[in-house]
């Protein structure tokens, strides 16, 4: 596989989806706004998560990639692992990463080997992660988890107007959590998932302990 060609295809169909207006409004809190669609690549939907963070973009981006890379290992509570599994170059990596079981237990642990891009777009005042799922003879499945696939999607942080300090993050993902999953439990599980996850990255953005790394 070409790395960095494929990541040229990632970033443009992430770059396509966080573009796109046909998204249905989902039941979330005031703070952070929940839309869904129907995924064109599995069987399932893609879930689009927004809010404001009071943080600049590139320190964001820092807390959402894979150690060491990134931070988030470190402060994200749905993540069990997170690490580089080879570094391609400064804005090009294959990760892996490790959830912990969500709820109650009824969707155990699961792993995930991802291509991961950075991308800038500065006439948007724009800093993205982009990824998706591949398969790499040294990653195979482990014991104790369930491998999962992650499609197309992005994180997008663009800088607020007037604000610096500030940045309006989008979330897109659509996951297939693979496994027998009842459909009601993986649409209440992943949006819930969005909301904690932007619950938590705003506590660590404001966590002085954090901002030593």
Same mark, same amino acid.
């Given at each position: 596989?070409?790395?960095?060609?494929? /990541?040229?295809?990632?970033?443009?169909?992430?770059?396509?989806?966080?573009?796109?207006?046909?998204?249905?409004?989902? &039941?979330?809190?005031?703070?952070?706004?929940?839309?869904?669609?129907?995924?064109?690549?599995?069987?399932?939907?893609?879930?689009?998560?927004?809010?404001?963070?009071?943080?600049?973009?590139?320190?964001?981006?820092?807390?959402?990639?894979?150690?060491?890379?990134?931070?988030?290992? &470190?402060?994200?509570? /749905?993540?069990?692992?997170?690490?580089?599994?080879?570094?391609?170059?400064?804005?090009?990596?294959?990760?892996?990463?490790?959830?912990?079981?969500? /709820?109650?237990?009824?969707?155990?642990?699961?792993?995930?080997?991802?291509?991961?891009?950075?991308?800038?777009?500065?006439?948007?005042?724009?800093?993205?992660?982009?990824?998706?799922?591949?398969?790499?003879?040294?990653?195979?499945?482990?014991?104790?988890?369930?491998?999962?696939?992650?499609? @197309?999607?992005?994180?997008?942080?663009?800088?607020?107007?007037?604000?610096?300090?500030?940045?309006?993050?989008?979330?897109?993902?659509?996951?297939?959590?693979?496994?027998?999953?009842?459909?009601?439990?993986?649409?209440?599980?992943?949006?819930?998932?969005?909301?904690?996850?932007? @619950?938590?990255?705003?506590? /660590?953005?404001?966590? @002085?302990?954090?901002?030593?790394?």
């Amino acid at each position: 596989m070409d790395y960095k060609e494929e /990541a040229d295809s990632i970033a443009r169909r992430a770059y396509d989806l966080y573009k796109s207006t046909d998204w249905k409004v989902s &039941k979330s809190p005031k703070d952070v706004k929940v839309f869904y669609k129907k995924s064109t690549e599995f069987d399932g939907h893609i879930y689009r998560a927004e809010c404001v963070i009071d943080s600049p973009p590139e320190k964001v981006i820092r807390y959402i990639l894979p150690c060491p890379r990134g931070l988030r290992g &470190k402060w994200d509570k /749905a993540v069990k692992e997170s690490e580089v599994i080879e570094k391609i170059d400064e804005d090009l990596i294959v990760g892996r990463s490790a959830t912990h079981s969500v /709820a109650m237990g009824l969707i155990s642990s699961r792993d995930f080997v991802d291509l991961i891009t950075v991308r800038k777009y500065p006439e948007e005042r724009t800093i993205s992660t982009n990824s998706r799922s591949i398969q790499r003879k040294d990653c195979p499945p482990r014991d104790g988890f369930v491998r999962g696939i992650n499609y @197309h999607g992005g994180t997008f942080c663009t800088a607020v107007e007037g604000d610096p300090n500030s940045c309006h993050v989008v979330n897109i993902v659509q996951t297939d959590l693979s496994g027998m999953l009842p459909t009601s439990v993986v649409e209440s599980a992943l949006p819930a998932s969005l909301i904690d996850f932007f @619950h938590d990255l705003d506590t /660590a953005l404001k966590d @002085h302990n954090m901002n030593g790394f």
